[in-house]
Protein backbone atom coordinates (compact mmCIF):
# COMPACT_ATOMS: atom_id res chain seq x y z
CA UNK A 1 0.00 0.00 0.00
CA UNK A 2 1.26 3.47 -0.67
CA UNK A 3 2.53 5.51 2.28
CA UNK A 4 0.71 8.99 2.67
CA UNK A 5 3.53 10.78 1.08
CA UNK A 6 3.07 8.41 -1.89
CA UNK A 7 -0.62 8.68 -2.18
CA UNK A 8 -0.02 12.21 -2.18
CA UNK A 9 2.69 12.23 -5.11
CA UNK A 10 -0.07 9.88 -7.05
CA UNK A 11 -3.27 11.54 -6.58
CA UNK A 12 -4.95 13.20 -4.16
CA UNK A 13 -8.44 11.28 -2.93
CA UNK A 14 -10.27 14.13 -4.04
CA UNK A 15 -9.09 13.63 -7.60
CA UNK A 16 -9.46 10.41 -7.67
CA UNK A 17 -13.85 10.83 -8.98
CA UNK A 18 -12.54 13.60 -11.23
CA UNK A 19 -10.02 10.85 -12.86
CA UNK A 20 -12.76 8.25 -12.56
CA UNK A 21 -15.32 10.39 -14.40
CA UNK A 22 -13.06 11.89 -16.52
CA UNK A 23 -11.83 8.48 -18.33
CA UNK A 24 -15.30 7.10 -18.46
CA UNK A 25 -16.83 9.70 -19.76
CA UNK A 26 -14.17 11.10 -22.03
CA UNK A 27 -16.19 9.28 -24.84
CA UNK A 28 -19.40 11.32 -23.86
CA UNK A 29 -17.20 14.57 -23.58
CA UNK A 30 -16.66 14.56 -27.49
CA UNK A 31 -20.67 13.65 -27.65
CA UNK A 32 -19.22 10.26 -28.84
CA UNK A 33 -22.69 8.77 -28.29
CA UNK A 34 -22.27 5.53 -30.10
CA UNK A 35 -19.79 4.88 -28.06
CA UNK A 36 -21.67 5.29 -24.92
CA UNK A 37 -24.04 2.84 -26.23
CA UNK A 38 -21.65 0.56 -27.09
CA UNK A 39 -20.23 0.50 -23.95
CA UNK A 40 -23.73 -0.49 -22.18
CA UNK A 41 -24.11 -3.03 -24.99
CA UNK A 42 -20.52 -4.41 -24.19
CA UNK A 43 -21.42 -4.47 -20.51
CA UNK A 44 -24.35 -6.58 -21.27
CA UNK A 45 -22.80 -8.45 -23.47
CA UNK A 46 -19.52 -9.46 -21.78
CA UNK A 47 -22.02 -10.35 -18.57
CA UNK A 48 -23.72 -12.17 -20.84
CA UNK A 49 -20.73 -14.01 -21.98
CA UNK A 50 -19.07 -14.57 -18.37
CA UNK A 51 -22.06 -16.37 -17.16
CA UNK A 52 -22.90 -18.72 -19.88
CA UNK A 53 -19.21 -20.29 -20.60
CA UNK A 54 -18.16 -19.95 -16.42
CA UNK A 55 -21.35 -21.05 -14.97
CA UNK A 56 -23.42 -22.70 -17.85
CA UNK A 57 -26.13 -19.91 -17.87
CA UNK A 58 -26.54 -19.99 -14.04
CA UNK A 59 -26.07 -16.44 -12.64
CA UNK A 60 -24.73 -17.50 -9.10
CA UNK A 61 -24.66 -13.65 -8.13
CA UNK A 62 -26.56 -11.64 -5.88
CA UNK A 63 -28.44 -8.50 -8.05
CA UNK A 64 -26.22 -5.84 -6.51
CA UNK A 65 -23.33 -7.82 -7.42
CA UNK A 66 -24.66 -7.92 -10.95
CA UNK A 67 -24.63 -4.76 -10.99
CA UNK A 68 -21.37 -4.20 -9.80
CA UNK A 69 -19.94 -6.64 -12.42
CA UNK A 70 -21.90 -5.29 -15.12
CA UNK A 71 -20.64 -1.55 -14.42
CA UNK A 72 -17.49 -2.48 -14.19
CA UNK A 73 -17.76 -3.61 -17.24
CA UNK A 74 -19.10 -1.03 -19.06
CA UNK A 75 -16.87 1.62 -17.30
CA UNK A 76 -13.78 -0.09 -18.60
CA UNK A 77 -14.91 -0.30 -22.48
CA UNK A 78 -11.91 1.49 -23.05
CA UNK A 79 -9.78 -1.39 -21.93
CA UNK A 80 -11.07 -4.70 -23.34
CA UNK A 81 -7.42 -6.17 -22.35
CA UNK A 82 -8.23 -5.51 -18.34
CA UNK A 83 -11.89 -6.57 -19.23
CA UNK A 84 -10.74 -9.87 -20.41
CA UNK A 85 -8.34 -10.02 -17.37
CA UNK A 86 -11.46 -10.18 -15.02
CA UNK A 87 -13.61 -12.67 -16.75
CA UNK A 88 -10.86 -15.06 -16.94
CA UNK A 89 -9.37 -14.48 -13.36
CA UNK A 90 -13.46 -15.37 -12.37
CA UNK A 91 -13.16 -18.57 -14.22
CA UNK A 92 -10.43 -19.72 -12.96
CA UNK A 93 -11.08 -18.64 -9.57
CA UNK A 94 -14.48 -20.72 -10.21
CA UNK A 95 -12.56 -23.85 -11.07
CA UNK A 96 -9.89 -23.24 -8.36
CA UNK A 97 -12.24 -23.24 -5.79
CA UNK A 98 -14.25 -25.80 -6.66
CA UNK A 99 -11.06 -27.92 -6.82
CA UNK A 100 -9.86 -26.85 -3.07
CA UNK A 101 -13.82 -27.38 -2.00
CA UNK A 102 -13.12 -30.97 -2.92
CA UNK A 103 -11.09 -31.34 -0.04
CA UNK A 104 -11.35 -28.35 2.16
CA UNK A 105 -14.80 -26.85 2.94
CA UNK A 106 -13.84 -24.00 1.22
CA UNK A 107 -15.88 -21.05 2.65
CA UNK A 108 -14.65 -22.41 6.37
CA UNK A 109 -10.87 -22.19 5.32
CA UNK A 110 -11.50 -18.60 3.63
CA UNK A 111 -13.85 -16.79 5.17
CA UNK A 112 -15.98 -15.98 2.24
CA UNK A 113 -18.35 -18.51 -0.50
CA UNK A 114 -16.89 -19.44 -3.60
CA UNK A 115 -19.36 -17.40 -5.22
CA UNK A 116 -17.91 -13.88 -3.08
CA UNK A 117 -14.51 -15.12 -4.13
CA UNK A 118 -15.43 -15.47 -7.85
CA UNK A 119 -17.19 -11.96 -7.57
CA UNK A 120 -13.87 -10.86 -5.72
CA UNK A 121 -11.40 -11.55 -8.68
CA UNK A 122 -14.10 -10.08 -11.02
CA UNK A 123 -13.66 -6.73 -10.12
CA UNK A 124 -10.08 -7.18 -8.61
CA UNK A 125 -8.80 -4.48 -10.78
CA UNK A 126 -11.27 -1.73 -10.43
CA UNK A 127 -9.10 0.62 -9.39
CA UNK A 128 -7.66 0.13 -12.87
CA UNK A 129 -10.30 2.60 -14.06
CA UNK A 130 -8.93 5.85 -12.68
CA UNK A 131 -5.75 4.99 -14.85
CA UNK A 132 -5.38 6.81 -18.19
CA UNK A 133 -5.88 4.08 -20.73
CA UNK A 134 -2.60 5.93 -22.90
CA UNK A 135 -0.19 5.20 -19.36
CA UNK A 136 -2.38 1.41 -18.71
CA UNK A 137 -2.26 0.57 -22.70
CA UNK A 138 1.28 1.39 -22.98
CA UNK A 139 3.63 -0.50 -24.80
CA UNK A 140 6.44 1.33 -22.85
CA UNK A 141 8.50 0.19 -19.82
CA UNK A 142 7.97 3.10 -17.08
CA UNK A 143 10.65 3.59 -14.77
CA UNK A 144 9.82 2.26 -10.99
CA UNK A 145 10.17 5.82 -9.71
CA UNK A 146 7.83 7.54 -12.79
CA UNK A 147 4.54 9.11 -12.16
CA UNK A 148 3.00 6.31 -14.78
CA UNK A 149 4.62 3.26 -12.67
CA UNK A 150 3.10 5.06 -9.38
CA UNK A 151 0.06 5.32 -10.79
CA UNK A 152 -0.73 2.21 -12.13
CA UNK A 153 0.76 0.49 -8.80
CA UNK A 154 -1.22 2.11 -6.92
CA UNK A 155 -4.55 0.75 -8.54
CA UNK A 156 -5.57 -2.15 -6.00
CA UNK A 157 -5.26 1.07 -3.65
CA UNK A 158 -7.69 3.39 -5.20
CA UNK A 159 -9.74 -0.08 -6.05
CA UNK A 160 -11.93 0.76 -3.08
CA UNK A 161 -12.24 4.10 -3.73
CA UNK A 162 -13.42 3.63 -7.32
CA UNK A 163 -15.87 1.22 -5.61
CA UNK A 164 -17.59 4.11 -4.17
CA UNK A 165 -18.06 5.77 -6.63
CA UNK A 166 -19.80 2.78 -8.86
CA UNK A 167 -22.11 2.96 -5.64
CA UNK A 168 -22.90 6.14 -5.84
CA UNK A 169 -23.77 5.77 -9.42
CA UNK A 170 -25.90 3.28 -8.85
CA UNK A 171 -27.83 5.71 -6.48
CA UNK A 172 -28.51 7.81 -9.19
CA UNK A 173 -29.98 5.46 -11.05
CA UNK A 174 -31.79 4.12 -8.67
CA UNK A 175 -33.82 7.25 -8.44
CA UNK A 176 -34.48 6.98 -11.87
CA UNK A 177 -35.72 3.73 -12.20
CA UNK A 178 -38.00 4.22 -8.79
CA UNK A 179 -39.79 7.16 -11.49
CA UNK A 180 -40.57 4.34 -14.28
CA UNK A 181 -43.39 1.54 -13.42
CA UNK A 182 -41.53 -0.93 -15.69
CA UNK A 183 -38.28 -0.61 -13.30
CA UNK A 184 -39.30 0.24 -10.14
CA UNK A 185 -39.60 -3.92 -9.00
CA UNK A 186 -35.68 -4.06 -10.88
CA UNK A 187 -35.12 -1.01 -8.08
CA UNK A 188 -36.51 -3.07 -5.09
CA UNK A 189 -34.92 -6.03 -6.14
CA UNK A 190 -31.17 -4.34 -6.48
CA UNK A 191 -31.36 -3.19 -3.09
CA UNK A 192 -32.68 -6.13 -1.58
CA UNK A 193 -35.89 -4.43 -0.05
CA UNK A 194 -37.92 -6.16 1.88
CA UNK A 195 -42.19 -6.86 1.57
CA UNK A 196 -43.87 -3.93 3.29
CA UNK A 197 -40.49 -2.19 3.72
CA UNK A 198 -40.59 1.04 1.70
CA UNK A 199 -37.87 1.55 -0.54
CA UNK A 200 -36.62 4.75 0.92
CA UNK A 201 -35.88 3.19 4.33
CA UNK A 202 -34.17 0.31 2.78
CA UNK A 203 -31.50 2.61 1.10
CA UNK A 204 -31.54 4.84 4.52
CA UNK A 205 -30.81 1.88 6.46
CA UNK A 206 -28.14 0.65 3.34
CA UNK A 207 -26.76 4.74 4.27
CA UNK A 208 -26.88 4.16 7.79
CA UNK A 209 -25.12 1.03 8.48
CA UNK A 210 -21.28 0.99 9.15
CA UNK A 211 -18.81 0.51 6.75
CA UNK A 212 -17.93 -3.42 7.47
CA UNK A 213 -22.26 -3.98 7.22
CA UNK A 214 -22.34 -1.86 3.99
CA UNK A 215 -19.53 -3.93 2.14
CA UNK A 216 -21.22 -7.09 3.52
CA UNK A 217 -24.44 -6.00 2.11
CA UNK A 218 -22.86 -4.79 -1.41
CA UNK A 219 -20.25 -7.07 -1.98
CA UNK A 220 -21.62 -10.15 -0.26
CA UNK A 221 -18.49 -10.24 2.28
CA UNK A 222 -16.02 -8.02 3.23
CA UNK A 223 -13.60 -9.71 2.23
CA UNK A 224 -13.89 -9.29 -1.46
CA UNK A 225 -12.89 -5.59 -0.59
CA UNK A 226 -9.59 -6.92 0.94
CA UNK A 227 -8.73 -8.74 -1.90
CA UNK A 228 -9.40 -5.22 -4.24
CA UNK A 229 -7.26 -3.40 -2.01
CA UNK A 230 -4.14 -6.06 -1.09
CA UNK A 231 -4.06 -8.05 -4.25
CA UNK A 232 -0.65 -6.37 -4.90
CA UNK A 233 0.82 -6.35 -1.39
CA UNK A 234 2.61 -9.06 0.78
CA UNK A 235 0.24 -10.20 3.51
CA UNK A 236 2.85 -12.85 4.39
CA UNK A 237 5.68 -10.85 5.36
CA UNK A 238 4.22 -7.51 6.10
CA UNK A 239 2.17 -7.21 9.89
CA UNK A 240 -1.44 -6.72 8.81
CA UNK A 241 -4.37 -5.55 10.42
CA UNK A 242 -6.87 -8.06 11.76
CA UNK A 243 -9.50 -7.77 8.30
CA UNK A 244 -6.63 -8.33 6.17
CA UNK A 245 -5.63 -11.08 8.36
CA UNK A 246 -9.22 -12.76 8.21
CA UNK A 247 -9.02 -12.94 4.59
CA UNK A 248 -5.66 -13.58 4.21
CA UNK A 249 -5.58 -16.86 2.50
CA UNK A 250 -8.34 -15.38 0.32
CA UNK A 251 -5.68 -12.51 -0.88
CA UNK A 252 -2.97 -14.68 -1.24
CA UNK A 253 -5.06 -17.29 -3.51
CA UNK A 254 -6.66 -14.51 -5.74
CA UNK A 255 -2.93 -13.20 -5.89
CA UNK A 256 -1.78 -16.75 -7.58
CA UNK A 257 -4.62 -16.55 -9.93
CA UNK A 258 -3.77 -13.44 -11.52
CA UNK A 259 -0.01 -13.76 -11.52
CA UNK A 260 -1.81 -17.06 -13.50
CA UNK A 261 -3.90 -15.69 -15.94
CA UNK A 262 -1.33 -12.88 -16.28
CA UNK A 263 1.50 -14.79 -17.58
CA UNK A 264 -0.63 -17.48 -19.89
CA UNK A 265 -2.12 -14.42 -21.79
CA UNK A 266 -0.42 -11.88 -23.88
CA UNK A 267 -0.06 -8.18 -22.73
CA UNK A 268 0.61 -5.29 -25.04
CA UNK A 269 4.16 -4.71 -23.14
CA UNK A 270 4.92 -8.84 -22.99
CA UNK A 271 4.47 -12.06 -24.53
CA UNK A 272 2.46 -14.72 -23.44
CA UNK A 273 4.70 -17.63 -21.40
CA UNK A 274 4.42 -21.60 -21.34
CA UNK A 275 1.04 -22.65 -19.09
CA UNK A 276 4.17 -24.85 -17.72
CA UNK A 277 6.43 -22.14 -16.29
CA UNK A 278 3.07 -20.21 -15.02
CA UNK A 279 2.23 -23.22 -13.08
CA UNK A 280 5.39 -24.10 -11.45
CA UNK A 281 5.07 -20.58 -10.14
CA UNK A 282 1.88 -21.41 -8.84
CA UNK A 283 2.58 -24.41 -7.32
CA UNK A 284 5.12 -22.79 -5.13
CA UNK A 285 3.69 -20.03 -3.90
CA UNK A 286 0.75 -22.21 -2.90
CA UNK A 287 3.23 -24.47 -0.84
CA UNK A 288 5.33 -21.73 0.59
CA UNK A 289 2.49 -19.19 0.67
CA UNK A 290 -1.11 -20.46 1.47
CA UNK A 291 -0.05 -23.57 3.72
CA UNK A 292 -2.87 -25.68 2.99
CA UNK A 293 -1.49 -29.05 2.59
CA UNK A 294 -3.57 -29.71 -0.64
CA UNK A 295 -2.41 -30.39 -4.33
CA UNK A 296 -4.40 -27.91 -6.46
CA UNK A 297 -3.60 -29.36 -9.88
CA UNK A 298 -4.04 -26.06 -12.06
CA UNK A 299 -2.39 -27.53 -14.76
CA UNK A 300 -5.77 -29.41 -14.86
CA UNK A 301 -7.69 -26.60 -14.50
CA UNK A 302 -5.95 -24.91 -16.83
CA UNK A 303 -5.90 -27.69 -19.56
CA UNK A 304 -9.18 -28.87 -19.68
CA UNK A 305 -10.97 -28.17 -23.03
CA UNK A 306 -13.45 -25.72 -21.34
CA UNK A 307 -10.71 -24.18 -20.44
CA UNK A 308 -8.99 -23.41 -23.21
CA UNK A 309 -12.32 -22.61 -25.27
CA UNK A 310 -12.79 -19.87 -22.96
CA UNK A 311 -9.78 -18.37 -23.09
CA UNK A 312 -9.98 -18.86 -27.45
CA UNK A 313 -13.46 -17.04 -26.63
CA UNK A 314 -12.43 -14.71 -24.88
CA UNK A 315 -8.89 -13.35 -27.18
CA UNK A 316 -11.93 -13.31 -29.98
CA UNK A 317 -14.79 -11.28 -28.12
CA UNK A 318 -11.67 -9.09 -26.57
CA UNK A 319 -10.47 -8.83 -30.75
CA UNK A 320 -14.09 -7.80 -31.67
CA UNK A 321 -14.05 -5.41 -29.42
CA UNK A 322 -11.14 -3.66 -30.40
CA UNK A 323 -11.98 -4.02 -33.97
CA UNK A 324 -15.63 -1.99 -32.61
CA UNK A 325 -12.99 0.17 -31.27
CA UNK A 326 -10.99 0.97 -34.49
CA UNK A 327 -14.46 1.66 -36.13
CA UNK A 328 -15.28 4.55 -33.89
CA UNK A 329 -12.39 6.58 -35.73
CA UNK A 330 -13.53 5.32 -39.46
CA UNK A 331 -17.11 5.63 -38.63
CA UNK A 332 -18.23 9.36 -38.32
CA UNK A 333 -21.95 9.15 -39.28
CA UNK A 334 -24.34 8.56 -36.26
CA UNK A 335 -26.41 6.43 -38.32
CA UNK A 336 -23.64 4.44 -39.45
CA UNK A 337 -23.22 3.78 -36.14
CA UNK A 338 -26.37 2.99 -34.69
CA UNK A 339 -26.65 0.43 -37.66
CA UNK A 340 -23.41 -1.08 -36.87
CA UNK A 341 -24.28 -1.47 -32.85
CA UNK A 342 -27.99 -2.27 -33.54
CA UNK A 343 -26.52 -5.19 -35.68
CA UNK A 344 -24.58 -6.40 -33.67
CA UNK A 345 -25.69 -5.79 -30.06
CA UNK A 346 -29.12 -5.80 -30.75
CA UNK A 347 -29.94 -2.91 -27.74
CA UNK A 348 -32.36 -0.84 -27.00
CA UNK A 349 -31.09 2.06 -28.61
CA UNK A 350 -33.69 4.81 -27.10
CA UNK A 351 -32.81 4.00 -23.44
CA UNK A 352 -29.15 4.67 -24.26
CA UNK A 353 -30.35 8.38 -25.43
CA UNK A 354 -31.91 9.06 -22.13
CA UNK A 355 -29.13 7.48 -19.93
CA UNK A 356 -26.68 9.79 -21.64
CA UNK A 357 -28.58 12.88 -21.30
CA UNK A 358 -29.10 12.30 -17.63
CA UNK A 359 -24.76 11.24 -17.73
CA UNK A 360 -24.28 14.18 -19.49
CA UNK A 361 -25.97 16.03 -16.41
CA UNK A 362 -24.26 14.41 -13.88
CA UNK A 363 -20.93 15.58 -15.60
CA UNK A 364 -21.67 18.89 -15.55
CA UNK A 365 -22.45 18.98 -11.92
CA UNK A 366 -19.19 17.13 -10.62
CA UNK A 367 -16.40 17.79 -12.98
FE1 LIG B 1 -4.15 -5.73 -10.12
FE1 LIG C 1 -5.28 -8.38 -12.05
Given amino acids: MPDKRQQQDILYVCDIEKH ?28 KFAIDKIFDGNNPFSKLQEEFL ?29 EIE ?9 NMSKTDFTFALGIHDVGKMIIPPEVLLSKEKFYENS ?4 MINSHSYYGEYVLDFIWKDIKKDLNQMLEEK ?21 L ?35 PIDKDTFKYCKGIVLSQMIDVLDALVQERC ?4 QSIEKAISIFKEKIQNEIKISTT ?19 NETSRQILNALDLRKSLLQREELEKHFTTNFGKDLNRGKEVIDRNNNVKEECI
Avoid: W
Avoid at 20 to 47: P, R
Avoid at 147 to 150: C, T
Avoid at 183 to 200: C, D, M, N, P
Fill in 20 to 47: YLNNYYSYSKEKDYANFINAKAFSENVF
Fill in 70 to 98: KRTFEKMYNQPETVQHLITTMFLAKHISN
Fill in 102 to 110: KIYNFEKEF
Fill in 147 to 150: EEKK
Fill in 182 to 202: NTRIQAFELIGAKKKQSFEDR
Fill in 204 to 238: EELEKCDKDVLFKELYGNKGVVEIIKNHHESVVRN
Fill in 269 to 272: YKDK
Fill in 296 to 314: IDARSVLEQDESKSLLADL
